[in-house]
C-alpha cells in the first residue's frame, strides 16, 4: 500500500504546490502565533499574567505589524534592484579584470569565462519575478491567516469530531496535541534564534552602507528556518552584495567575519541552549527532507522541512505499522521524547 500510494502523494504535493504551500505556510505562521499566545501567557510582570484574550490581542498585532514589514520591504527592493543593475554589471567588469592580473593563466580563462556567463539581468528578472510572487503570496496567507484566527476556537472544538467514537476522538486530540507541540517548539526556537540573526545583520548591514539592507536582514529571518544550508545562504547573500557594491574589500570582510561570525554563535551555542533536544531528529534525515521537500516546493519546500518532519513523525508514531518510520527519523530510535511534556488523554 505504501508503494502504491507514495506516487499518488508526490504528484499530489507536486501537482497542488500552488494550492498547497500557502495554506501549509499559514498553518505554520498560525502555530508560531500559537506559541507566541502562549509564551505571552506565561511571563509575570510584577506577579501579573497577561489574561489569553490579551495574549491574543498582542500577538495579533505583532502579526500583522511582521506582515507589513515583510511586505513593504519586498515592494520597496523591486524599484532599488533596478537601479542597482548599472553599478553592479561595472563592478563585475572590474572583478574579472583584476581576476585576470591576479590569477593569469588558464585559471584566468575559467574565472572570466564564468564571470561573462553571469548575465545579472536576467538573475535580476528572476528575482523580480519572485519578489512579485511573494507580495501577492503574503496578502493570500494574511487573508488565509485572518479568518483561520477568527474561527481557532470552532477548529480545535471540531478537529476530534472527526472520529465517530470516543476513544478515537482522544487519539486525534492527543496527535494533534503531540503535532502541536513539537512545531511549536521548533518554530518558536527558529522565530527567537533567526530574529537575533536578521537584526545583527541588520544593524552590521547599515554600518557598512551596503544596498538591500532590509531586505538581506528579513532574508537572513527567513533562511533561519533552513536547516544546515540556511546559514550559508544568509552570509554569502549580503556577502555578494557587499563584494559586487564597494571596491574595496573591507566592508566584503566586515560582513563575511562579523555577521558571519554572529551568526556561527547563534546557532552553535545560543540555538542549542534553546532547543536542546526536544526534536530528537535525525540530522541526516533533516537532509534528506530538505531535499525532498526543496525539489518539490523550491525554497519555500525547504523552509517547511523540519515541521514537516516533526508532523510525519508524530503521525507515523501513532499507527503501530508505520513506527519504524518514526525510529527512522529520530536520531537514536528512542521514542520517549513524544510522551515527555504532552498533555494527558483527559486534558486532550
Do not use: H
Request: hydrophobic share 55%.
Amino acid at each position: 500500500m505504501i508503494l502504491m500510494a507514495a506516487p499518488v502523494v508526490v504528484g499530489f504535493l507536486w501537482f497542488g504546490r500552488g494550492f498547497l504551500i500557502p495554506l501549509a505556510i499559514t498553518g505554520l505562521i498560525f502555530i508560531l502565533s500559537s506559541a507566541i499566545v502562549d509564551r505571552l501567557c506565561a511571563m509575570r510582570v510584577f506577579g501579573y499574567s497577561p489574561p489569553r484574550w490579551l495574549a491574543n490581542v498582542l500577538t495579533g498585532f505583532i502579526v500583522i505589524f511582521a506582515f507589513l514589514i515583510f511586505g513593504s520591504t519586498l515592494s520597496s527592493a523591486t524599484e532599488d534592484l533596478v537601479e542597482a543593475i548599472p553599478r553592479y554589471e561595472e563592478r563585475l567588469t572590474d572583478l574579472q579584470k583584476q581576476l585576470t592580473t591576479l590569477f593569469g593563466g588558464r585559471l584566468a580563462e575559467g574565472l572570466t569565462s564564468l564571470v561573462e556567463g553571469l548575465d545579472l539581468g536576467e538573475v535580476v528578472a528572476m528575482v523580480l519575478g519572485q519578489l512579485s510572487g511573494g507580495v501577492s503570496m503574503v496578502v493570500l496567507i494574511a487573508l488565509y491567516l485572518a479568518f483561520l484566527i477568527s474561527e481557532r476556537t470552532a477548529w480545535v472544538a471540531k478537529l476530534p469530531r472527526f472520529s465517530t467514537t470516543a476513544q478515537g476522538a482522544a487519539r486525534a486530540s492527543r496527535v494533534m496535541n503531540r503535532i502541536s507541540t513539537g512545531v511549536k517548539g521548533y518554530m518558536w526556537v527558529n522565530a527567537v534564534t533567526s530574529a537575533m540573526s536578521g537584526t545583527v545583520a541588520y544593524f552590521i548591514f547599515r554600518m557598512v552602507g551596503l544596498d538591500f539592507a532590509e531586505l538581506l536582514a528579513v532574508i537572513v529571518f527567513v533562511v533561519g528556518f533552513i536547516p544546515n544550508i540556511g546559514a550559508f545562504i544568509g552570509v554569502f547573500l549580503p556577502s555578494a552584495v557587499a563584494l559586487l557594491q564597494f571596491d574595496s574589500l573591507t566592508p566584503f570582510l566586515i560582513v563575511l567575519l562579523g555577521y558571519g561570525g554572529s551568526d556561527q554563535f547563534i546557532s552553535n551555542v545560543i540555538t542549542p541552549a534553546m532547543q536542546g533536544k526536544s526534536l530528537n531528529l535525525s540530522t541526516f534525515m533533516v537532509m534528506v527532507s530538505l531535499t525532498f521537500w526543496g525539489t518539490l516546493w523550491g525554497g519555500i519546500g525547504a523552509f517547511l522541512a523540519t515541521p514537516m518532519m516533526v508532523v510525519v513523525l508524530v503521525v507515523c508514531a501513532e499507527i503501530p505499522s508505520m513506527r519504524w518510520m518514526t525510529v527512522l527519523l529520530s536520531s537514536d530510535g528512542d521514542l520517549s521524547f513524544l510522551e515527555e511534556g504532552m498533555p494527558s488523554e483527559e486534558q486532550a
